[in-house]
């Protein structure tokens, strides 16, 4: 089975950082395609946050460009880290990475569960 696990959400103030990241693991020997961030807000809509992919182009929404760094390592792991957060970023944030068995020829999308994310004073 293929995992993706979140982690390093939780409580920040106003104009506080928080880093999270999501590893990837599964039962026979893969790579990484590419990764995506996703937030979903209390009642709204999963809105997509960044992505990065394997050759390292970062790709923003334009609201968390300047605030917000995607970024993944070689051990299946990618990070997103989050810079002068505010209020209106409390969310679920989601993980979705597109993985490649090696004997496959192509990726397959995967998410995971979320963490959570809450920016209050």
């Known amino acids: 089975q293929v995992h993706l696990v979140e982690s390093g959400g939780g409580l920040v103030q106003p104009g506080g950082s928080l880093r999270l990241s999501c590893t990837a693991s599964?039962?026979?020997?893969?790579?990484?395609?590419?990764w995506a961030w996703y937030r979903q807000a209390p009642g709204k809509e999963r809105e997509w946050v960044a992505r990065?992919?394997?050759?390292?182009?970062t790709d923003y929404a334009a609201q968390m460009k300047d605030r917000f760094t995607v970024s993944s390592d070689d051990s299946n792991t990618a990070y997103l880290q989050m810079d002068d957060l505010k209020p209106e970023d409390t969310a679920v944030y989601y993980c979705?990475?597109?993985?490649?068995?090696?004997?496959?020829?192509?990726?397959?999308?995967?998410w995971g569960k979320g963490t959570l994310v809450t920016v209050s004073s």
């Open positions: 599964a039962g026979s020997l893969f790579s990484m395609n590419s």
């Open positions: 990065i992919t394997a050759g390292g182009i």
């Open positions: 979705s990475g597109n993985l490649r068995f090696v004997t496959r020829r192509y990726g397959k999308d995967y």
